[in-house]
């Protein structure tokens, strides 16, 4: 268990994406604990009232889908002028399908949802950076943004499109005083929904994980890692991928 930092986010406004479930519910849990703000936003309104029963004050949300502009727009402004981080955090799975397998519309939801609300979150993020001067972004990333063995070729697709979304926003604007981070978690014991039945699982991906990658996370662990890169902490950091997955990646 990692020991929160006392008003590390005090007077920040966060927003979380996926904050009602997993690491978004455990950022949006420890950002308020290190007295910060947090507009959070998540498909669920049922999960997001519970974390507001949870978090109190300090934690407001926006019900939607992220994949809507219109929701995009209501989130960036419910966090208001002093908006200084973003976790673009919300993502889906892709059911372990292999280029041959995927249909359409699994790989242009996953990419909705896993990419361009990043871009649309960032894009509508940044006037209020700028002009504040100031402000940190942290995306989720995956295991499979950084390898081809983690998932169906949609997810994997998308989590590299992350790390690209990532490193551009991080040399665009780091001379602005924005950084742009992501995080590249292993296994996380979260409500993510995944198939795991297909042929292409049994056949190919089950035999390529190793310990690392069964050995899960808890959310708690991937919060602590990307509050750090959130935070000033990692003041000097700008356009990492950290891998925050026991090792894995290592191997
Ligand atoms: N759990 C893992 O093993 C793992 C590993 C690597 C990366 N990740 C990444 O971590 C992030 C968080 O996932 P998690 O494991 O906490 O999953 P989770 O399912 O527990 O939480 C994700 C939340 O995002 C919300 N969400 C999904 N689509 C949305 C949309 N269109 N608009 C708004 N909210 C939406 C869901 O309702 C859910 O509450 C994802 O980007 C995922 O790809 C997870």
């Not at 519910?25 to 950002?31: D, G, K, P």
């Not at 790390?163 to 780091?174: C, D, E, N, Q």
């Not at 992501?182 to 089950?206: C, H, K, L, Y």
């Amino acid at each position: 268990m990692s020991t929160t930092v006392p008003g590390r986010f005090a007077g920040r406004v966060v927003v979380v994406t996926g904050a009602g479930s997993g690491i978004g519910r455990a950022v949006a849990s420890r950002i308020v604990q290190e007295g910060g703000r947090v507009v959070g936003a998540d498909l669920s309104e049922e999960r997001l009232r519970t974390v507001a029963e949870e978090l109190g004050d300090a934690f407001t949300y926006v019900a939607g889908s992220v994949t809507e502009q219109e929701v995009v727009d209501r989130v960036i402004e419910a966090a208001g002028p002093d908006l200084w981080g973003l976790v673009n955090n919300a993502g889906i799975m892709d059911d372990f399908l292999s280029a041959g397998e995927v249909d359409d519309a699994t790989w242009e939801r996953v990419f909705a949802v896993n990419v361009t609300s990043m871009m649309r979150l960032i894009r509508a993020a940044l006037p209020l950076m700028l002009a504040a001067g100031a402000g940190s972004i942290v995306n989720t990333a995956s295991e499979a943004g950084l390898r081809g063995s983690a998932a169906g070729v949609a997810y994997t697709a998308s989590k590299h499109a992350v790390v690209g979304l990532t490193k551009s926003t991080a040399v665009f604007y780091r001379s602005k005083g924005i950084r742009c981070n992501a995080v590249a978690p292993g296994a996380v014991a979260t409500n993510i929904q995944t198939r795991m039945d297909t042929a292409s699982f049994t056949e190919v991906v089950a035999p390529l994980l190793g310990a690392f990658a069964l050995a899960t996370a808890t959310a708690e662990q991937l919060a602590a890692s990307i509050t750090w890169l959130l935070s000033d902490d990692s003041a000097n950091v700008n356009g990492a991928i950290l891998a925050s997955d026991g090792g894995w990646s290592a191997i």
